[in-house]
């Protein structure tokens, strides 16, 4: 009876899993983003395990004909890739808390230590036994160094708690610190249904668990897409009214809170002369200019229409102003690379906190926002004749 209830539950564990996967393989944001590719590898790792895992409730105990070499290569596999999965959680958790994807590839072979034990000390089983061993009636048992191994797959959720722990008292973020919550969360379902699992024989939790903790992560990246620009896969005004509402931002030290409303100048015009596709393609442009310009801890929100915001801290203005710099000289490049009929051209308006004053997000908007008429103020009383020379920073070619 309590196989075919653990069969039932595999069973049912595969299908969600699936789901899954296919939900976010199908997804628009982030499509084969290192993210998305790391968190398929880990839902397909989990499916793995379920599949060798029902094929070990099933086979165990069965007599037939190469039954028994059938139960050794199902538990020779399941058991290797135990670890695996945790492998592939602490990376996509290391990737998506660090700023530089090097710094997961870096330490990878690091972290290949506990998956590379582990499979030698359960191929070695197969003739010593340390791990499992599976007597003349084709029932499979423990191994004397069982505890070991099943440590070594948790290894890689201390390591991450760790991480977890030490980079949320060191970076304050904009937004709440829900990121690290679920990330700190993901491993108390299998850890609790292993403790389980081993105090009591015959009990298979652990990967229940680690369903339930892929599925809510799985939940919060669907949570996630609610707040994204299907367009340009920047952050969109219900993220900004839902997470950034707070009006009080936490103070980083020695750095400024800043802001920037950036407008795409003559919006309509491209619009209405070249069609909506390459509306389209200019939103996506800045879009892109602005992820490139901007470092990871920035916020970036598609505000409305053409109109862009930028959330962030800086260390001073002349950082502020370098910022704003770099945007405008990756605008001018692209122009000259896209052989179209027009050229991009964005007003970049932008505020800071002062050290005086604990500024309020709608008072550095504010503030963002009247620079940034200001600036398309002196662009529409600069002469055409010098507008067209400076291809950098007006919309020129429809004028010619």
Known sequence: M????YLQINIIGILLLIIMYVNVTQSHAGKNSIDQNLFKLLILSVIAIFVFDSGMWFIDGKTFTYAKAINYITTTIYLILNPVT???????GKHKLSAETKFTIKHLQLYLIPVIINTILVIASIKTGWIFYIDEMNIYHRGDLMNFTAILPFSYFFIMSYIVL????KKQSII???MYRYFFLFPIPPILGAIIQLLYYGVSLIWV???????IIFIHIQNKQIYKDSLTGLYNRRFFENQLRNPFMPTQKGKHLFTLMIDIDNFKTINDTYGHLSGDFALIEVANTLKAACIRNDYIVRYGGDEFFVLGYCSDKLHLQKKITTIENE????NSQNDLPFSISISIGHSISTESERNTITALMKKADDSMYEVKKRKKNRPKSDSCNERVTSNCRPCQ
């Open 2 to 5: 309590s196989t075919f209830l």
């Open 86 to 92: 945790c492998f592939f959680w602490l990376l996509y």
């Open 166 to 169: 030490k980079q949320s008292r």
């Open 176 to 178: 709440s610190k829900e």
């Open 209 to 215: 668990g680690m369903l339930i903790s892929t599925f």
């Open 331 to 334: 605008i001018i490049q692209n």
